[in-house]
């Protein structure tokens, strides 16, 4: 790769090809006035340090440490916090005393406190009964005081209340009453029931985890999810493919398709076919079914080979290249893009390149539970300040890569009452396993990241916040959102970890255009993946036509139209009103490189 091709961000970590030796590469300043004397890192500091991190799946001790020394030395200033505390805690002892005096008894009473709505550790009736009901009152009442205990301390930096709360969290989980045999009264129910044969299940279960994740298997029941086969299955071919991505063109399903074609960019960090699942879920076959013709990226899962490409390699090699990969193919007509996640902000980086060098290859933009904005991403910032983003470049910098692994931790550790404690306590206590689904054994084939690139979008991107305030760069020239001009769909989810709605909301503050938002319930991935006929589903909608005022999140909320079931009919009917080519015949899929889903989809 030419290195006058890459961001003067991705210059300073160019790295000789393989051997990989974690003694050769140098960290510089780029941004380091001339004549500067400050000296780069030690390999040998950056080899210990990529030691420990993966000791500790990637999070810095660090970062952890100034966290809590900030909190501590300014609670230790504040004598008057300390007061509220202490009759925070006499007020919820003397509550417990009294629920207690009466539960004790038999006596109706009222719970002293009630758990949060998206805590379902304690639903299970048996929690209600003596003397679970004490114990489930009382680590919610612990719990409550140390929320309190971390945060509201005058001077603390809201990142540093934001990381020590989190791990203060993360230390009560462990210690729910939820996770013990003695206190937790399904667990023994069960054994009382069994005869102790759910902890010879529970055994069974987790020494078959312990040898997948050794061997780098699957999860168990994976295997019943085969792209190509139950998943991934919508026929098509691949037509274009380079060292970075394949693109899939799929075969029609009707006589005739609307002119303009549609071309999906997922994110990178998970296979593409998350829009692909089952044919009852996917939203590939669905756009098809209706008279689409549809074009996916499929990414390479990158080795330490790759750890050179950097995010101009991915706006160039990826959504460029696929653009002009799908304009070739359907001469004359502008493209429907679509991105997802990660790929949304990459395609919409993309759009705004395009518009600022004139090429009027697209028809319009959709970006589905994607940020152009990371000042307020949610919870992942808890894992996003310079010491941890240095942490995980020394790590990168010794393998290449970021691991799958190392990054799906993280993501558990933001809801780990859902993806770890109970999820523990259901296959290695009650001994059960819980079915296998499309979306889980999607979730389990995860991607890695190319050093490079990984480093430039946590820094550009979440620590920096370039894209959003116009200083990043492609190709050394400047990248304006509000250059995009192109009618704009996008869709946000309720209860997503990864991109809160209020910060995809932040979109309608940049682009030039007429936007249609759309705000559905479910979370990151179940609100997007939402079929029609899927039960409980509903969102809501309103269009903000070019040139009219900006409304916040929470005003937005209020004038939108809610309405019943799955966005994505708005969705088809936002397209054949955005088509003005009208109806052409079928395009046939030929040619190309190979069947769908490909070979990149398959790598492990």
Request: proline share 7%; with cysteine.
């Amino acid at each position: 790769m030419p290195a006058q091709s890459l961001s003067p961000y991705a210059m300073s970590y160019l790295v000789p090809p393989e051997p990989v030796s974690p003694f050769v590469y140098q960290r510089e300043n780029p941004n380091a006035p001339s004549g500067d004397e400050s000296e780069p890192p030690e390999p040998a500091d950056r080899l210990l340090h990529a030691m420990m991190a993966n000791a500790t799946g990637g999070v810095a001790p660090t970062s952890l440490a100034l966290a809590a020394t900030d909190w501590l030395m300014h609670l230790a200033m504040s004598p008057a916090k300390w007061q509220q505390l202490v009759q925070k805690a006499y007020r919820k002892n003397l509550r417990w005393l009294g629920y207690a005096s009466q539960a004790g008894f038999g006596a109706p009473c009222q719970a002293c406190i009630e758990p949060l709505a998206q805590d379902r550790r304690f639903s299970s009736p048996a929690w209600q009964v003596w003397p679970y009901n004490l114990m489930q009152q009382a680590f919610l009442l612990n719990q409550q005081w140390w929320h309190n205990v971390t945060t509201g301390v005058d001077g603390v930096t809201r990142h540093h209340e934001q990381v020590v709360s989190f791990a203060a969290r993360q230390l009560l989980d462990m210690a729910s009453p939820l996770n013990f045999v003695a206190t937790n009264p399904d667990v023994s129910a069960a054994t009382w029931r069994e005869g102790g044969a759910n902890f010879l299940r529970g055994a069974l279960n987790f020494a078959e985890d312990l040898q997948r994740a050794a061997t780098g298997q699957p999860p168990a029941g994976a295997e019943q999810f085969r792209p190509g086969h139950e998943v991934a299955a919508t026929p098509g071919r691949v037509i274009f493919r380079n060292h970075l991505i394949e693109v899939i063109q799929y075969d029609p399903a009707t006589p005739t398709v609307h002119a303009e074609p549609i071309l999906i960019v997922p994110a990178w960090i998970m296979k593409y076919y998350i829009l692909d699942l089952s044919p009852h879920n996917s939203l590939v076959r669905h756009l098809v079914g209706r008279e689409h013709s549809v074009f996916m990226i499929s990414w390479h899962n990158p080795t330490v080979a790759d750890s050179e490409l950097g995010m101009d390699d991915y706006v160039r090699d990826g959504v460029m290249a696929a653009i002009d990969a799908v304009s070739e193919r359907v001469q004359g007509q502008r493209i429907n893009a679509v991105g997802y996640c990660l790929g949304g902000t990459l395609l919409a980086i993309t759009v705004a390149v395009l518009a600022d060098s004139g090429r009027e290859q697209l028809n319009s933009l959709t970006l589905l539970a994607a940020q152009t904005d990371f000042s307020e991403a949610g919870e992942l910032m808890l894992f996003i300040d310079e010491g941890q983003i240095d942490w995980l470049e020394d790590l990168m910098w010794q393998q290449g890569y970021l691991d799958n692994r190392q990054m799906a931790g993280a993501f558990k550790l933001l809801r780990s009452n859902d993806l770890v404690w109970s999820v523990a306590v259901n296959q290695y206590l009650l001994g059960r396993r819980a079915p296998m689904t499309d979306l889980m054994a999607w979730n389990a084939d995860a991607t890695r990241m190319p050093r490079r690139m990984h480093s430039d979008y946590l820094r550009q991107l979440f620590l920096d916040n370039d894209l959003f305030s116009g200083r990043y760069r492609f190709d050394g020239n400047p990248v304006a959102l509000s250059d995009i001009g192109k009618p704009l769909f996008a869709v946000a989810t309720m209860r997503d970890h990864v991109s809160p709605w209020r910060s995809v909301h932040k979109i309608h503050l940049v682009p030039n255009c007429d936007i249609t938002f759309v705000l559905t319930s479910g979370g990151h991935n179940a609100g997007i993946v939402s079929e029609p006929g899927h039960k409980g589903r509903s969102y809501y909608i309103a269009n903000r036509p070019q040139g009219t005022h900006y409304l916040d999140p929470d005003s937005w909320l209020a004038a939108a139209e809610q309405r019943d079931g799955s966005w994505w009919p708005a969705w088809l009917t936002w397209l054949d009103q955005m088509s003005a080519a009208g109806m052409v015949n079928a395009r046939a899929v030929d040619g190309g490189v190979g069947a769908a889903p490909g070979q990149y989809a398959l790598e492990r």
